[in-house]
């Protein structure tokens, strides 16, 4: 995933608006939008406020931003295997106003149940 697609996403899941995000930010819709098709990169300070107006640490959106191809070949399978889980922690944590320890459980407990297969196979 690409920052601009990180971006775009979590201002669509916090139903904001480009202009809402750009004014927030001290930014033209224009050049969030330019962000958003990847014809720029955010600067570190603007990746900064972003962060804050759509409520997500820095640190998560970097790593939400992580393409497939930065992954050392020797780590690709086990970062696949827990990436849907990372996400759908990051979910849980910082974007569904409806999270749930119980549903959080349950996906850990099938990444528990893939690994058992996995070493005793």
């Known amino acids: 995933m690409s920052y601009a697609t990180v971006i775009k996403s979590l201002r669509e899941k916090r139903q904001f608006t480009q202009k809402q995000v750009a004014q927030a ?4 819709p224009e050049y969030l939008s330019k962000i958003e098709n990847e014809v720029k990169v955010p600067s570190m300070t603007l990746l900064k406020k972003l962060s804050k107006v759509l409520s997500m640490p820095l640190s ?23 990436k849907s889980i990372t996400d ?34």
Do not use: G, H, W
Not at 25 to 28: A, F, K, P, S, V
Not at 60 to 82: L, R, T, W
């Open 60 to 82: 998560v959106i970097n790593y939400m931003a992580i393409d497939n191809d930065e992954i050392p070949n020797d780590k690709a399978a086990n970062y696949a295997k827990i």
């Open 25 to 28: 930010c001290d930014i033209t």
């Open 88 to 121: 759908k922690v990051i979910d849980y944590v910082f974007v569904d106003e409806d999270f749930t320890f119980d549903a959080l459980m349950s996906d850990l407990d099938e990444l528990q149940k893939a690994k058992f297969k996995r070493v005793n196979a």
